[in-house]
């Protein structure tokens, strides 16, 4: 398990400012220890960018950093997948599908299905892994 500590607005809002950004925290929660296929054990990847998929140099097996998270395949950015679970968490009253939809500038079906997603991984203790690592103690928001 690894460490917990608080992050602030700000923190959050520099450490992850794009789809990169998201990207390699998937990569890091998924391969601490740096990447291994999960097939042939190679540790070598190359990066699909545009799909936030890696790809095995020796193998050719692809993995998804997003696989087993909310996230797998969607079509909505990280950035706001990231953002919604922020307010979500911080929001006492739970941010309504209407403030996302403004908020993030999404549809209000992509940010009505966001935010059941999110509620529902919330409400399962074994799902902090589906919500990458952004899990709510108490009344403080934590990065794991
Ligand atoms: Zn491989």
């Known amino acids: 398990m690894a460490k917990q500590e ?5 923190e959050f ?4 400012r794009n789809e990169e950004a998201y990207g390699e925290h ?4 998924r391969w601490p220890e740096g990447f291994c296929c999960p097939k042939c054990g190679n ?3 190359y990066l699909i960018k545009t799909r936030h998929l890696y790809e095995c140099t020796a193998c050719s097996y692809q993995v998804s950093v997003t696989a087993g998270t909310v996230m797998h395949k969607t079509r909505t950015s990280l950035v706001a997948w ?3 679970i922020y307010l979500i968490a911080h929001d006492k009253r739970g941010s309504s599908s209407l403030l996302l939809k403004k908020t993030l500038g999404v549809s209000y079906q992509t940010a009505w299905a966001i935010s059941h997603k999110i509620r529902k ?3 399962d203790r074994d799902s902090q892994y589906k919500l990458a690592g952004l899990i709510k103690m108490d009344d403080a928001y934590y990065y794991q």
């Not at 809002?13 to 992850?16: H, I």
């Open 6 to 10: 608080p992050i602030s607005l700000l």
């Open 13 to 16: 809002q520099s450490r992850f």
């Open 26 to 29: 998937f990569f890091n929660l």
């Open 43 to 45: 540790k070598t990847p």
């Open 82 to 84: 990231f953002w919604a």
């Open 121 to 123: 991984a919330m409400v």
